[in-house]
């Protein structure tokens, strides 16, 4: 697990208010759900089959000898939370999520075992639409963070009887070769067959390159559907490949699913990942509700946007208050508050601790600060302040207190 000091954070802060405006203007709300969950809502939702539920989760039981997991992921936990709330009774939903989630995997650069995820479900839409918003919406903040290195691949799961059929067709073809699989692929081959071909063994590759393609199996309303989110694509204007062998790790998806891949990050490929989950709520105990989304790490996501040249932007104080001497430091206080009243998204930092003009002036210079405002016994008098310039030429001059807040505004542009 991993600590996020604040030199990092605050291009968290920046990545993260991107993309939260991105999903809210498409009509999204935010959704808070707990980092615990009764195991049972992953195990039924996400597998039994998959790694995630064998070898990933945190699981325990508590005083009550209830066994809970920590969140390894946010769909499941959304949907019961849909069904435990009512939220889907005659109501389609437009729901995001952000928080942290849990697995117990191999450590590595931009994968831990507590990691950050953003979460957008839409329950209720049947259509191929809500699947090419979903993705036209990724593209969009792609743009908005200055992202580039990305493609979209897409495939279709088909339909459950589809994907039962194609099932029985990748246990007939591997198990032909079953003497050439791998250990995890072997162990997959009786529970779920379509997992195999999300091996990232090489050795396995020219295998998962020979086996049947679900695309050759699909009934005509899967394939409709299918044609209808490739021309949505095409008319917005959004590029994808489609990818055959794209399944995704997850048990509960069926129809669309897509992954945003970068090769910018060196092996961790997937940035942003989801698809359709038609059968999910029903199988939690729900009414039958079709539904879509999509997950993105943000640790990756904060890599990607660093690899790409972004950065935290203005994250120094604005201005830094020099309030030199005991006397002073009262009237100090009142203009660090006065300018945050009049300019909200000022930053504003005051000398706390005391000091004399000299290293405070040295401490305002280090905060990085565009200006220093300086407050001494004689400014009090005359109900004025200093402005001094930290990172400019300029001559420092006195400004009223009561100016102070238009003149800042002026020199820094807000």
Partial sequence: MNDILPEVSATWQRV??????VIESYGYREI???????TDVF???IGDATDIVEKEMYTFRDRNDESLTMRPEATAGMVRAGITNGLFHNQRQKLWTLGPMFRYEKPQKGRYRQFHQFDVEAMGYPGPDIDAELMIMCARMWERLGLSRLWLEINTLGSPETRAKYRDELVSY???VKSQLDEDSIRRLGKNPLRILDSKNPEMQELIAAAPVMTDYL???SAAHFERLKALLDAAGVPYVVNPRLVRGLDYYNLTVFEWITDALGSQGAVCAGGRYDGLVEKLGGRSTPAIGWAMGVERLVALYEACGGDAGQSAPDVYIVAVGDAAFPAGMAAAENLRDAMPALKVELNLGGGNFKSQLKRADKSGAAYAVVIGEDE???KEAGLKPLRTAEDQTSVALDELARTLAERLKR
């Fill in 174 to 176: 591997f198990s032909a």
């Fill in 380 to 382: 009090m008098l005359r």
């Fill in 32 to 38: 808070r759900l707990p980092v615990l969950e009764h």
């Fill in 43 to 45: 195990a039924r939702a």
């Fill in 219 to 221: 009934d005509g309303e």
């Fill in 16 to 21: 993260e208010s991107i993309v939260c405006e």
